[in-house]
């Protein structure tokens, strides 16, 4: 099984709506990040989590909010959705922080009418 | 700027040949340094880290010179699977925590 797993791995909504992306994962790890990826860009980081009480920023977070619920899971919310929020999302998950290994798991495609 | 630079290519190459490329980077603090692959529409993966004397995995050489700001890869006698995009990976450290930019990636696609 997949360490690090991500639902929907698909998803298509509409502009307005409300749309959450969970993920989960079983490597043990404190810390968890959320990324989009767009043609042409990096990636770029929208928020990130060092353990369950702890919640940061990225350089991306507006029109993004988060939620830890536990170690293992850590959810990203649209709060109402917009065409440029059309994406590819990627959870990750680090064991000591940004200048260790980020393993990443299989991604959502966002598409938003 | 972009705090990560790559040339997007594609890198056509055959197969059994060498191919290397560069990626720079504007912070002059910047710490470590990864190489990621990823696979069309996949997640990325790490494939190696670069360390400063410069490091190799196989068929896979990586280099760091931080007087021009650059990391390198090179790949010798590619094989049909070493198609891939491969993403530069930068952290630097800012006042209260690392920063980490990806650059877009090169494509590398090698031919039979």
């Known amino acids: 099984d997949a360490d690090v797993t991500q639902t929907p791995r698909n998803r298509i909504t509409k502009t307005g709506k409300r749309i959450m992306l969970e993920c989960s994962q079983t490597k043990g790890h404190d810390r968890m990040y959320w990324y989009r990826q767009d043609p042409g860009l990096g990636l770029r980081l929208i928020y990130y989590?060092?353990?369950?009480?702890?919640?940061n920023k990225g350089e991306i977070s507006d029109g993004y909010s988060v939620s830890r619920q536990a170690q293992a899971k850590f959810s990203l919310s649209l709060e109402s959705a917009i065409p440029n929020q059309t994406a590819l999302y990627f959870c990750?998950?680090?064991?000591?922080?940004?200048?260790?290994?980020?393993?990443f798991g299989p991604g959502t495609r966002l598409l938003v009418l | 700027r972009k705090e990560v630079e790559q040339d997007p290519g594609p890198f056509n190459v055959p197969e059994g040949a060498t191919v290397a490329f560069n990626c720079t980077y504007s912070n002059s603090a910047s710490q470590s340094f990864f190489w990621y692959r990823q696979d069309c529409r996949k997640e990325p993966k790490l494939l190696m880290s670069?360390?400063?004397s410069g490091n190799e995995d196989g068929r896979f050489t990586a280099q760091l010179n931080r007087a021009s700001q650059y990391i390198s890869l090179l790949i010798r006698d590619s094989k049909l699977s070493d198609s891939a995009t491969y993403l530069c990976v930068v952290t630097a450290r800012t006042s209260n925590d690392y920063k980490l930019s990806f650059g877009a990636g090169t494509t590398v696609t090698v031919r039979a």
């Open positions: 670069v360390y400063s």
């Open positions: 990750a998950t680090s064991d000591a922080g940004f200048q260790e290994t980020q393993y």
């Open positions: 989590s060092f353990d369950v009480k702890d919640i």
